[in-house]
């Protein structure tokens, strides 16, 4: 029988499974410290607590980290990991190293319902949402965790259509007894998924960054199959509601298309239905895959878009793309290749 995996669950999950095997409720932090502060990979390390407790747990439950299957290295040290299984289970991760910081780019899902234009992963359909324990396992178990300063849930599917694991997640990562990291170190990206943008943003304090890429909703339709479900002015509509002038920061995603989404008439139009709202827009260089006619937007054009929403009082800065040699770079990932899978070790 297949053990059930500790890691990923949050303190009441622990004490109730503490309280069915019968063990002290004082158990329930011990169990959670070797877990998510010592990041122990067997119940038999937990040393604290008693032989007969540990033969108990570890009869139905195990700790539950996985390494990745396999790795891919940038020329400019991003590093791509695989997860998984099978070619159509699995999902990447990227880990970016840039001076004095250390960020790593999560999945949530396995593949992506949303479909935008421009994304692989949309291109490779969905399979299903990533456990609590998948998603966590990610931030675990890549050699370089301990360095990490920042995760950002940027990496396959949608965080906010899968957003009861993605919650319980960020409560592990931000709870005194999790990993007590503060909410500023988390970012999370989305379309616009309503729903799961109310339920974020009254249960959590991290960082937001929402998919714009056009300030028009007929052409960011061409783009973003989702602005029929939630259009982009009801969803600004909806942030203006909330308070980012503190602690937590909202951010607008725009990848540059050369020619469709890049004149200065966008960049007019962008700064007229942000204005009052407290936040700023990341521009991204579209970072092509196969079967998709569009070019990204040169330096220059980026310059003169970036200049002229500064100009105009949003704060704008352009994105430096990392591991575009080993599709890791935005919008890249996927685990199904055209004509095979991921890797030999997957086949």
Wanted: glycine fraction near 6%.
């Amino acid at each position: 029988m297949e053990k059930i995996r500790l890691a990923g669950k949050n303190r009441s999950e622990i004490a109730e499974i503490v309280a069915e095997l019968g063990m002290p409720r004082f158990t329930t932090l011990q169990i959670l410290k070797w877990i998510y502060v010592k990041r122990v990979n067997h119940i038999d390390e937990m040393t604290d607590l008693s032989k007969r407790n540990r033969l108990f747990l570890g009869e139905k439950y195990e700790v539950g980290y996985f390494p990745p299957v396999d790795e891919m290295r940038s020329l400019d040290g991003t590093v791509k990991y695989l997860f998984g299984k099978s070619a159509r289970d699995s999902v990447e991760s990227v880990y970016i190293p840039d001076r004095d910081r250390a960020t790593l780019c999560v999945s949530s899902q396995v593949g992506c319902k949303m479909n935008c234009l421009f994304c692989m992963t949309g291109k490779q359909g969905f399979s299903r949402n990533l456990t609590a324990n998948e998603i966590l396992n990610q931030i675990v178990s890549i050699p370089e965790s301990d360095t990490l300063t920042n995760v950002v849930f940027m990496g396959m599917g949608e965080p906010l259509d899968n957003v009861e694991e993605l919650m319980k997640v960020l409560e592990i990562l931000t709870s005194d007894w999790g990993f007590a990291w503060s909410p500023k170190r988390i970012t999370i990206s989305t379309i616009g998924h309503k729903s799961g943008m109310i339920r974020f943003l009254e249960g959590s304090e991290c960082h937001l960054a929402v998919s714009l890429h056009s300030p028009y909703p007929v052409e960011r339709l061409s783009l973003m199959p989702v602005e029929k479900a939630w259009p982009e002015y009801e969803i600004i509509e909806l942030l203006r509601n909330y308070d980012f002038s503190k602690q937590r920061r909202l951010s607008f995603e725009y990848i540059m298309f050369n020619g469709l989404n890049d004149s200065i008439e966008h960049a007019e139009e962008l700064s007229k239905i942000l204005r009052g709202l407290h936040c700023r827009v990341n521009l991204i260089r579209f970072h092509a895959i196969p079967g998709v006619d569009l070019k990204s937007s040169d330096e220059d054009a980026m310059i003169r878009f970036r200049d002229c929403l500064n100009r105009r009082g949003v704060i704008c800065t352009i994105r430096s793309s990392r591991g575009e040699d080993i599709f890791a770079a935005c919008g890249m990932l996927s685990t199904v290749r055209k004509g095979g899978t991921r890797t030999d070790i997957l086949k």
